[in-house]
């Protein structure tokens, strides 16, 4: 059995049983996110599933809170920033976190100690319900709540958003690649590092070349870890493509 995974009503899921040689391929495709992103085995074994909001998704029924989940992907062995919404009559209660240097080298993972890897650097505030209504008028001003650009490619290497919503009990999934029109256009970034404590820097967006990415080795570490993404139509095509 191999540690690719599938696609189930919108989520992604692992097989029931797989062997050791199959644990690191599992580490990169990854298993349903249930929670607990801060935790460093969390971050490897699910971090697709984060990305593509299985939980939001699974959660955003009739009545269900308005959550927000927007990743920046800044060159992904450079920096990943990630922002986490949920609403509620007071406003809505904010987190920031920010990694530097990629949180799925394998080189960095050990059965023996999960834990020795770099982790977030965490931010936490409440938004007054003002503030929870600029950062809503900016999502949809930047086409958070719109059809995502089924098709979209991105690698890791290069500099996007992708963002996973649960808006009036409805789940909408996005995805803004730089350099592009609709990147350009997009808004809500400021609203939430306006809000981010956390005293890291942005790693700028700059073009990223193709010798760079998709899959070749010139320019990179061999350390770093290669990836790519394709946006469908509410969600991300089953399995990372590498």
Same mark, same amino acid.
């Given at each position: ?11 992604? $899921?692992?097989?029931? #049983?797989?062997?050791?040689? %199959?644990?690191?391929l599992? /580490? !990169? *495709? ?14 490897k ?74 982790g977030?650097?965490?931010? $936490?505030?409440?938004? #007054?319900?003002?503030?929870? %209504?600029a950062?809503?008028? /900016? !999502? *949809?001003?930047?086409g ?14 290069q ?26 256009q997009l ?56």
């Amino acid at each position: 059995m191999t540690g690719k995974p599938t696609r189930y009503n919108g989520r992604w $899921r692992c097989p029931a #049983a797989v062997g050791l040689s %199959a644990m690191f391929l599992l /580490a !990169l *495709a990854g298993c349903t996110y249930r929670g607990a992103i801060d935790q460093p085995v969390t971050i490897k074994f699910t971090w697709f599933s984060y990305l593509n909001g299985d939980d939001i998704r699974g959660a955003c029924t009739a009545g269900a809170p308005d959550s927000f989940r927007l990743v920046y992907n800044g060159s992904y062995n450079e920096q990943l920033r990630a922002y986490e919404v949920v609403g509620g009559a007071g406003g809505g209660n904010y987190t920031a976190r920010v990694m530097r240097g990629g949180g799925l080298r394998l080189s960095q993972f050990s059965l023996r100690d999960p834990q020795a890897v770099a982790g977030w650097t965490v931010s $936490r505030t409440q938004l #007054a319900p003002d503030r929870m %209504a600029a950062l809503t008028t /900016a !999502l *949809a001003d930047s086409g958070a709540f719109a059809p995502a650009p089924k098709g979209l490619r991105m690698a890791s290497e290069q500099f996007y958003w992708i963002s996973a919503a649960c808006r009036r009990g409805q789940f909408y999934f996005n995805a803004w690649l730089y350099p592009s029109e609709r990147f350009a256009q997009l808004t809500f970034p400021a609203v939430l590092f306006g809000y981010d404590q956390t005293g890291l820097a942005v790693n700028a967006p700059r073009d990223v070349p193709p010798i760079e990415r998709g899959g070749s080795t010139t320019g990179r570490s061999e350390r770093d870890l290669h990836f790519g993404l394709e946006v469908a139509e509410n969600g991300l095509v089953a399995g990372p493509t590498f």
